[in-house]
């Protein structure tokens, strides 16, 4: 589990394609503090860690199945892209944001981009399936960082990123375009099926 409290911007260092998808990650974590089979969210997907080193900087590998490429835009990456990084939750960890289970639902497409002050209001569009799920003041996790829904307008819905936001993780960087890894919260989706239930 994870709280969608990016923690460090990884970067892609290598890919392979031999079956499922392998991706060495650059790091700033304490490689020595990382467990071989430990989860860690990458643009919000839970993916598992198989292989550890140090140099030329501290790095993890990933395998990435046909399944989560079909789900995610891990498809689209590539070498030298910065990566949102969180590490799972410990028992006793602060629960910054919300609770994220790092299993992506589908992908998001940013529509619009404007700033607003010193933050950038960005507009997603949602596949119709999960924009139901979406709702104003409600939390969605976006290339894993939690985030408030400002708005909703059918299958769009806007979002304010803070300069803080911004800086310490690749929100910094979004454009018209971007396929963003969604995953909706998971407490809307009990609420949806408590109410399909009852009616």
């Not at 790091?27 to 020595?32: G, I, L, P, R």
């Not at 598992?48 to 900087?57: D, H, I, K």
């Not at 969605?140 to 310490?168: C, D, Q």
Request: charged share 25%.
């Amino acid at each position: 589990m994870f709280t969608g409290i990016v923690t460090d911007q990884g970067r892609i260092l290598e890919l392979e394609k031999a079956g499922d998808l392998r991706v060495r990650i650059g790091t700033a974590y304490d490689v020595d503090g990382i467990e071989l089979g430990a989860s860690i969210a990458c643009d919000g997907v839970c993916l598992t860690v198989v292989a550890l080193g140090r140099e030329p900087r501290n790095w993890f590998d990933v395998q990435v199945s046909a399944e989560t490429l079909s789900k995610s835009n891990l498809g689209t990456w590539a070498v030298g892209r910065a990566v949102n990084l969180e590490r799972a939750l410990k028992v006793g960890d602060e629960l910054g944001g919300h609770i994220v289970s790092g299993h992506v639902d589908g992908k998001a497409r940013v529509v619009d981009i404007r700033d607003e002050g010193d933050s950038t209001r960005v507009t997603f569009e949602a596949p119709a399936n999960l924009a139901r799920f979406i709702a104003p003041k409600g939390s969605v996790a976006l290339n894993g960082t939690s985030l408030t829904v400002n708005e909703v307008e059918g299958n769009r819905f806007g979002i304010n990123f803070i300069p803080h936001t911004k800086a310490v993780t690749t929100w910094g960087r979004v454009a018209v375009g971007d396929e963003i890894n969604l995953e909706i919260d998971t407490l809307a989706r009990y609420v949806a099926r408590l109410a399909e239930t009852a009616s």
